[in-house]
């Protein structure tokens, strides 16, 4: 990949030198943002930018976790034809920086004063050899459940504090007809369960060690094995059609009554303000039993490529209006997520959005705030795919032990990296 890069490299820097006098007043985005919560919050960038005269040339790549999207986003760069951002996670931005295809914000962001207001844990993947290269976005977080408060109500149920709580949880909702959980039978979404699934059944320093080190032992422990058979005990919960659904239409069954939880990260509640649902009344959000505390995060980043003189304005007004305390409010209320910024106010948001920025607080000052391996934040693409790879194919059933699994998945993760 590097290789073609650097041929896009060339490619846009000739671009460059037949600059037009006059900038170019659009923004080309290409992102994954698709759903009914995705686009919504996603019209907050486009008016916003509206407002200050720039078009919006939408890329849009339908799939959840975005690994369609940045395929295409890598012809793309191949082919020397940058977009003028591109939505990333966290080690896709260092890939592409470290290719020497990312533009420089550093001018913006030292006038804007993100080094300050920016967390510590996002600037590692924003910044590479000290320039700014990616806004990032939001900051979101994996190990919440969500669940349809009536049906909870209909079957007596109470928060689930611990793994066999959640196990009791889920019979009960089985026995009174209801699919306990509804899962997207897709590989990242699989993964994206079970990075809490590992939290749970080891704690911080188990989950920070496997999946975050990609420590040998820790991958091969008992431990992991008990959390690969925690996720069988999860699948059996599932309804026989899960098979490759979309999480958003999972999470249109928990909003329709049709399931009792999701287990997914917060873009799950991006869907239940669409479709006008209120925490508390409607539905309820928790986090994964047993990972109170922890929070397992991802963040959206805009990438923001090397493009043209012309259209180097119209980034840095993207990346001034991405990182501005109203957008941050704004858009994060209705995409689920929490500021990527410490200093906006959570008073806009629900109570699940007020929830999650404490938690963060909290975590990060407590050292258990700990990158999504499913979702970009525990290593490198190729070693996050692998580890999608094994967990899908284990809930699948091509790999039907957990000491297969476990074996598959060191296996694995050695030959990626
Ligand atoms: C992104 C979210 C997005 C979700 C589903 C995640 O990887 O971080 O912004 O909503 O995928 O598409």
Known sequence: MLRKLLIGTALATSFAFSAHAADVKEVQMLHWWTSGGEAAALNVLKQDLAKEGYAWKDVPVAGGGGDAAMTALKAMVAAGNYPTASQMLGYTVLDYAAAGVMGDLTETAKK???????????????????????????????????????????????????????????????????????LGGQNWQEATMFDSVVLSTGGPEFYKKAMNDLDEESLKSDTMKKSFDNLAKLVTYV?????????????????????????????????????????????????????????IYNSDMFGMFNVPDDRKAAQVALATATLSKSFQSAFNVVKGSVPARTDVPDTDFDACGKKGIADLKAANEGGKLFGSLAQGYGAPPAVANAYKDVVSKFVHGQIKTSDEAVTELVKAIDDAK
């Not at 207001?117 to 190990?143: E, T």
């Not at 669940?147 to 007596?156: Q, T």
Request: negative net charge; aromatic residues 12%.
């Open 112 to 182: 804007e004063g993100w080094d300050k207001s920016v967390p510590a844990a996002l600037q590692k993947f924003s910044v590479y050899d000290g320039k700014w290269v990616a806004a990032p976005v939001n900051v979101h977080s994996v190990n919440w459940l969500w669940i349809n408060k009536a049906v909870m109500d209909k079957i007596g149920g109470a928060e689930p504090k611990t793994f066999d709580d959640f196990v009791a949880l889920l019979d009960k909702a089985k026995a009174a007809g209801v699919i306990p959980l509804a």
């Open 239 to 295: 309804d026989p059609n899960f098979s490759g659904r979309d999480w958003n239409l999972a999470t249109a069954m928990v909003i329709k009554g049709d399931a009792l939880v999701q287990v997914m990260g917060d873009w799950a509640k991006g869907e239940f303000h669409a479709a006008n649902k209120t925490p508390g009344t409607d539905f309820l959000c928790y986090r994964f039993p047993g990972t109170d505390g922890s929070v």
